[in-house]
């Protein structure tokens, strides 16, 4: 039986990853939670959008919103690094949140090759 789009690997990992990221900005320093943690959430979110609008195109516009879901998960790294240097979340918290967003880069990364 062929698999349907909304159960597409990348689009459960996505889902799994924004379940457990927006508990976890709630322990976020207070004074952050309109910058950095809005901005972490934002990017995590804008790159479900970017997904779910690419799995609706064909061709060169689908390419185009799979590069710019590219960019936004670059962001989502670069704001869990940040937020782990701050100690905001702690080794585990990372690891786990690291390891989950590469393997939603690497189905990305096979997502863009085939089209």
């Not at 597409?8 to 996505?14: E, G, N, R, S």
């Not at 709630?26 to 959430?41: A, D, E, N, S, V």
Request: glycine share 6%.
């Amino acid at each position: 039986m062929a698999q349907e789009r909304s159960e597409m690997p990348l689009f459960t990992k996505t889902y799994d990853f924004l379940l457990w990221l927006t508990p976890a900005v709630q322990h976020f320093p207070k004074l952050h939670r309109q910058t950095i943690t809005r901005r972490l959430l934002e990017a995590a979110l804008d790159f479900q959008e970017a997904i779910l609008e690419a799995d609706s195109r064909r061709g060169r516009a689908r390419l185009e919103y799979l590069t710019a879901a590219d960019a936004h998960l670059k962001k989502v790294r670069i704001y869990l690094r940040l937020v782990h240097r701050l100690a905001w979340i702690g080794d585990g918290q990372y690891e786990h949140a690291a390891g989950m967003v590469a393997e939603m880069g690497r189905l990305l990364g096979g997502w863009r090759r085939v089209t």
